[in-house]
Structure formats: structure tokens, C-alpha cells
């Protein structure tokens, strides 16, 4: 189903181990759940479950991969050749233990004959954590429209993949919503920006300097060059367009804000940083979407409100990174629209630009109150759209001016 267009996807209930067993049975390959013709003819350590000693030696009980957990078996010290998961292993004990001694140093101690089954179990969890991580770090590089990696981190709890949740690089329209209208053609440019180029024929400045960083300020929209524009893909006006230029990394917030996303890459200010999609549904649609998610506490709404509010973005199950970037009170993210393939200003495509020098490692933020160039305060929640008019959710971002609240 997921290669069709415009299909629902729905999740597999089977567990991973019950997949690798029929495919073993049928003698089937499928290599996203670790079957293959190598681990259907060989043994390969997946992961390392328990430890004990007897008469002096060290077994490990061995996951195998591609092998359901029925299948696992002791194996001596001498016979693992996994250096990688052999540290992995140890790390996620001690790491246990410290958890349990509240942080405290700890000393590993090497005449322990066998692990408490809450240590075996944590270890156990937080193995198949990893390789969870690890699939669906894989799944959003396959699917990412952009040459910048995506990573997934995870040093904090057992949390795993979002099981809802389903990469999309661009809009995607409810029923009756068209995202791609009113383009017939472009500009004749040979070297923009000319006198009749994007902008300046919608009666606005080109968007970008000639280092192409932003040079407009907030609330200003921005027309880039389109599909039937004569300028190649070079065109110092679409910037936009061709995806966020910088690795990121989805990464496990420790004070409570569950995914966060932080940049591996320095970013200069004014830079294009990722575009903010989702599933695009009317403000009756969001306005019922939102009682939900104020109920779980989460926050996923973005009214297209530039002309009109008759729109809203839903990134809470389509979306790309952008679904994962926290709030801010004080952030590092501006919003600006923009128009491209569509010129319909009920509809523009949402950019997310710097504010300032963003160092790598530093978490992306922008303000879910941001419309525009207008910061809506706590104070003008007269002025918020309906699906903006619910119940007000505690801010956790800590900046020095924060308001206390998302919305």
C-alpha cells in the first residue's frame, strides 16, 4: 500500500520475530526485517540478551538475526566475534545500574556469575531499541527528497519510532483541497533577477541576496522561481524548493519534550532551514483535530493564515522533520510564506529560516505562535484562529522570556 498514491498506510500487528519466522518457513528474504540469504544460510549476532558464568567460563545467550527469540542460544565468550555489541552490551548494564544508584559512579565488577533478570530485561529493551532506531533512521533517508542526512538519537529513555507517524516531503491535500494551482507559466530570465522576474512580477523584491541568504524581513512573502520558469537549477531564487542543505538529527529531549531536532551542521543567520508539511485540511477539520491533540497534549497545528484562515497544516501524522522541532519562546526559526508552483494565498508553502548563527549541535526551535511576522502573545488570544482557541498547554522551553504556555 505504501507505494500508492494517496493510500492510508496501516501497521503491521505481527511482531518482528513472528515475520521472521513465516519468512523462514517460507523460505522467503526480506531484508528490512534482517532476513537474507546470509542470515538464511549463516548465524549472525544480532544482540546480546543475558550473561553468566559456569565452571569458570563467560556464555552470553545470543539473539540471532533473523532468528525469532525462540531460537536463542548460549553461546561461550570465546566464540562471539562482536566487539561493537560486546560494548553495547556492557554499556547498556552499567548505564542500568547507574540509573538504579541515582547517577553515582559504578564500579563493574567482574566475579558476577549472572545479571538480574531487570538488568537482562533493560539490556534486552534497549538492544532492540537501537535497531529500531536504526530502521527508521534508514526509512526517513529512503524517503527524504534532500542530499542532507537525517539522524535518530536516542541516550535518554526506551522510547522508539513514532508508530503513526509517516514521512512526506511536500503537502498532502485532503479531498477537495488542490496545493498545485494557478501556474501556467514563468519568467524568461536568462540570469535572474531580471526586471520581469517571479518577484517582481507579484509586485515583491527578490527574497535573497546574492549569497542566497534571506535579505527580507518577517512577513514579507517570498516568490520563487517555478517549473515553468526558464532558470536553471542554479537560479539564486529557489532555494526553497530543492530541500533543507543541513544534516539534522532527531534526537530524545531529557526534560520532558519528547523528540526535539538539533543541527550537526553550523547554519548562518537568515539561512533556509526546512519547510514545515504536513496533511492540509480545512479550519472546521482542524478545529475537531484539535480538541484531540489537546487531550494527548500535543501540538501540530499551523493555520495558513496569510490571506485567509480558511486552511490549516497537520503534521501530527504526515510530516518531515519539521513535525519533530520543539517551541520556543525565544527561538532560532522564523516563519516565512512562500509561493512557488501555486499562487493561491490561501495556500503558501511555510519556510523555516534562522534567526541568528546557529552552532551545530544546538536544538532547531521556532515559536508555534508565530504567524508571519506577528508574534502573538498570550494576550491576544482574541485574535487566534479557532483551532487556536483551546486548552492552553504548558511551555517547558525555558527561555528567560518564555510565556508559560504554547498557545
Not at 248 to 271: A, D, E, M, P, Y
Amino acid at each position: 500500500m505504501e507505494g500508492w498514491r494517496g493510500a492510508w498506510y496501516v501497521p503491521c500487528l505481527a511482531s518482528l520475530e513472528t515475520l521472521q519466522e513465516l519468512c523462514r518457513k517460507e523460505n522467503l528474504r526480506c531484508k528490512s526485517i534482517g532476513i537474507t540469504n546470509r542470515s538464511l544460510k549463516s548465524y549472525e549476532v544480532e544482540y546480546l540478551c543475558d550473561y553468566k558464568v559456569e565452571e569458570g567460563k563467560a556464555y552470553y545467550l545470543v539473539k540471532w538475526k533473523g532468528w525469532p527469540e525462540s531460537s536463542n542460544t548460549w553461546e561461550p565468550r570465546k566464540h562471539l566475534n562482536c566487539p561493537l555489541l560486546l560494548q553495547n552490551f556492557l554499556r547498556d548494564k552499567n548505564e542500568y545500574l547507574s540509573r538504579v544508584r541515582e547517577g553515582k559512579a559504578l564500579k563493574v565488577r567482574n566475579h558476577v556469575k549472572t545479571l538480574k533478570p531487570a538488568i537482562a530485561d533493560y539490556i534486552v529493551k534497549k538492544a532492540k531499541q537501537r535497531i529500531a532506531l536504526q530502521r527508521w533512521k534508514e526509512e526517513l533517508n529512503r524517503k527524504k527528497n534532500h542530499k542532507a542526512m537525517i539522524l535518530v538519537e536516542n541516550t535518554v529513555d526506551l522510547e522508539g519510532p513514532p508508530l503513526d507517524f509517516y514521512y512526506i516531503n511536500e503537502y498532502k491535500p485532503a479531498p477537495g483541497i488542490n496545493v498545485l494551482n494557478g501556474i501556467t507559466t514563468g519568467c524568461e530570465c536568462a540570469d535572474c533577477p531580471a526586471e520581469k522576474c517571479c518577484p517582481k512580477e507579484a509586485g515583491f523584491i527578490l527574497a535573497y541576496n546574492k549569497r542566497k541568504k534571506l535579505k527580507i524581513q518577517p512577513g514579507l512573502p517570498i516568490y520563487e522561481c517555478n517549473s515553468y520558469c526558464r532558470c536553471g537549477p542554479d537560479c539564486p531564487n529557489r532555494i526553497v524548493q530543492k530541500g533543507t542543505p543541513y544534516s539534522l538529527c532527531i534526537f530524545r529531549t531529557n526534560n520532558g519534550r519528547g523528540w526535539g531536532v538539533k543541527t550537526l551542521q553550523k547554519i548562518k543567520t537568515n539561512s533556509f532551514v526546512m519547510e514545515y508539511v504536513g496533511e492540509v485540511i480545512t479550519s472546521e477539520e482542524a478545529e475537531r483535530r484539535g480538541q484531540v491533540y489537546d487531550n494527548q497534549g500535543n501540538t501540530y497545528l499551523f493555520d495558513l493564515d496569510y490571506d485567509s484562515d480558511e486552511f490549516t497544516v497537520d503534521a501530527a501524522r504526515y510530516g518531515n522533520v519539521s513535525h519533530f522541532v520543539n517551541h520556543s519562546c525565544d527561538p532560532n526559526l522564523q516563519v516565512f510564506n512562500v509561493f512557488i508552483d501555486n499562487l493561491d494565498l490561501r495556500l503558501p508553502r511555510i519556510a523555516l529560516f534562522s534567526t541568528r548563527t546557529i552552532k551545530a549541535g544546538e536544538e532547531l526551535t521556532f515559536d508555534y505562535q508565530m504567524k508571519g511576522s506577528i508574534d502573538l502573545t498570550s494576550d491576544s488570544a482574541e485574535g487566534l484562529s479557532p483551532s487556536k482557541k483551546r486548552i492552553r498547554t504548558v511551555c517547558k522551553c525555558g527561555a528567560v522570556c518564555c510565556r508559560g504556555y504554547l498557545n
